[in-house]
């Protein structure tokens, strides 16, 4: 009897952790994996979200192929890595070297600061910056006019030229506050008698963040890197704030394509489509950086 109490609680004590885990579960499969499932099921369907579903088998995917749109779509939110990616890692670099490297006065306000455009909500942030570059009240165009420079004024948001790279402007100032906020807690753990070690070899300050600081923050860097590469390859609010794709389809996105064809033309079964394609573009980048980035780890 006693044996039996043993196993039976043996058991209990077993099934204790996944009992824990079930309402997480529970959660992930109705809200998220049955929802995935359903996309990638209408994805082979011609459908408006009211009809009755046809099947129409790869009919979607042929069609996405050949859509210029989408394709534009793509081209833009690769381009929009350099805006979300690149920038601000090299802007947050910059910022950690000189707010962790030297004494300075509010050194707690600045890094608050630089952060709260990061938490700010982004439709909020595209209405900010949709007035920052209003054409005629706008305070960017008001004050280039106060100083005499009326000819460098825009258009900004209107501007074929200019429009990519209005936004992309905003992308950075989002994102360059994540990657500074995990650059700064990576830096608190390296061993200050490496910078010293450094000093005593007669580095300068760019030698410093060059050999002691990135190596240190290399995996703070990787996290930046793919979370901030997810983050344009999605984009979607503050284009639909700031320019809703245009002008033309200069800033067209995928997210706002499908949304296009989802919510405005009742294309649901190729919006599904469109969803199912971009998740696997996103999935096959984020799994490729994340690789790379264990594997440099591996042989640091």
Same mark, same amino acid.
């Given at each position: 009897? #006693? =044996?039996?109490?043993? %196993? !039976?609680?043996?058991?209990?004590?077993?099934?204790?952790?996944?009992?824990?885990? $079930? &309402?997480?579960?529970?959660?992930?499969?109705?809200?998220?994996?049955?929802?995935?499932?359903?996309?990638?099921?209408?994805?082979?369907?011609?459908?408006?979200?009211?009809?009755?579903?046809?099947?129409?088998?790869?009919?979607?995917?042929?069609?996405?192929?050949? #859509? =210029?749109?989408?394709? %534009? !779509?793509?081209?833009?939110?690769?381009?929009?890595?350099?805006?979300?990616?690149? $920038? &601000?890692?090299?802007?947050a670099l910059a910022l950690t070297a000189a707010l962790s490297r030297r004494r300075l006065w509010g050194r707690n306000i600045f890094r608050v600061s630089f952060f709260v455009s990061y938490v700010m909500p982004m439709v909020v942030v595209g209405v900010v910056w949709r007035w920052i570059y209003n054409p005629v009240f706008g305070p960017l165009n008001t004050a280039?006019?106060?100083?005499?420079?009326?000819? $460098?004024?825009?258009?900004?948001?209107?501007?074929?030229?200019?429009?990519?790279?209005?936004?992309?402007?905003?992308?950075?100032?989002?994102?360059?506050?994540?990657?500074?906020?995990?650059?700064?807690?990576g830096v608190q753990r390296i061993d200050e008698a490496l910078y010293d070690a450094a000093k005593v070899d007669g580095a300068n300050a760019w030698h410093q963040l060059l050999h002691v600081t990135i190596p240190g923050i290399r995996a703070e860097i990787s996290v930046a890197l793919v979370t901030t590469f997810i983050a344009a390859l999605r984009v979607f609010d503050l284009i639909f704030v700031t320019t809703r794709g245009g002008p033309g389809s200069e800033t067209m996105v995928t997210s706002l394509w499908l949304y296009t064809n989802a919510f405005q033309i009742n294309r649901v079964g190729y919006a599904a489509a469109i969803a199912v394609v971009q998740t696997f573009i996103i999935l096959a980048i984020s799994y490729f950086l994340l690789n790379r980035s264990k594997l440099q780890g591996g042989t640091a």
């Open positions: 009897m #006693d =044996q039996a109490q043993a %196993a !039976g609680s043996k058991r209990k004590f077993r099934l204790m952790p996944y009992l824990f885990v $079930l &309402p997480a579960f529970l959660f992930f499969f109705i809200f998220i994996l049955i929802p995935v499932l359903n996309t990638l099921r209408y994805s082979f369907f011609d459908w408006t979200g009211f009809s009755d579903a046809v099947f129409v088998g790869l009919s979607n995917y042929r069609e996405l192929a050949a #859509d =210029q749109n989408f394709l %534009a !779509g793509i081209l833009n939110n690769l381009k929009f890595i350099f805006f979300f990616t690149a $920038l &601000p890692i090299a802007v280039l006019k106060s100083v005499g420079l009326q000819t $460098l004024a825009k258009a900004w948001l209107g501007d074929f030229s200019l429009a990519f790279i209005a936004v992309g402007i905003i992308a950075t100032w989002v994102q360059y506050g994540y990657c500074l906020t995990l650059f700064m807690a």
